[in-house]
């Protein structure tokens, strides 16, 4: 009996520059959200990839963000995420609620925090023309 380890190559990953990562997050309109999801579908669709990776490594500068939605992007089913680096929970909450946005608790005990009819919200990005 032979010990054959057999090696699966990894599906190479589509580099995606912050930069523009952060040029579709602007493109979110007030009243509206994203998900990782639907921005990772973008890409793919957009470079026709497999599989996609956006590079995070310079998001610790801060005046990158400057006038960037941030608050817009949820997590897959429309829960609060915490981005300490740019806004805690409790900012997002505020934020998406000033656009006149629902927020219930949920989870465990109540203490995660969702966007009420999230799949509602959603924003199209085939209302965006591709360059």
Same mark, same amino acid.
């Given at each position: 009996?032979?010990?054959?380890? =057999?090696?699966?190559?990894?599906?190479?990953?589509?580099?995606?520059?912050?930069? =523009?990562?952060?040029?579709? %997050?602007? &493109?979110?309109?007030?009243?509206?959200? &994203?998900?990782?999801?639907?921005?990772?579908?973008?890409?793919?669709?957009?470079?026709?990839?497999?599989?996609?990776?956006?590079?995070?490594?310079? %998001?610790?500068?801060?005046? %990158?963000?400057?006038?960037?939605?941030?608050?817009?992007?949820?997590?897959?089913?429309?829960?609060?995420?915490?981005?300490?680096?740019?806004?805690?929970?409790?900012?997002?909450?505020?934020?998406?609620?000033?656009?006149?946005?629902?927020?219930?608790?949920?989870?465990?005990?109540?203490?995660?925090?969702?966007? =009420?009819?999230?799949?509602?919200?959603?924003?199209?990005?085939? &209302?965006?023309?591709?360059?």
């Amino acid at each position: 009996m032979s010990n054959h380890i =057999e090696h699966i190559p990894l599906v190479p990953s589509t580099p995606i520059p912050v930069q =523009e990562y952060i040029d579709l %997050l602007c &493109t979110v309109p007030a009243g509206k959200i &994203t998900r990782t999801d639907d921005i990772e579908a973008y890409f793919k669709r957009k470079y026709k990839a497999d599989k996609v990776h956006i590079e995070y490594a310079p %998001l610790t500068s801060n005046p %990158l963000w400057e006038g960037v939605p941030y608050w817009r992007q949820v997590s897959s089913h429309g829960m609060l995420r915490d981005l300490r680096f740019i806004c805690t929970r409790e900012q997002q909450k505020e934020k998406l609620e000033q656009e006149g946005l629902s927020i219930v608790p949920c989870g465990a005990y109540g203490k995660s925090l969702k966007v =009420e009819n999230y799949k509602d919200l959603l924003f199209d990005y085939a &209302t965006i023309n591709e360059q």
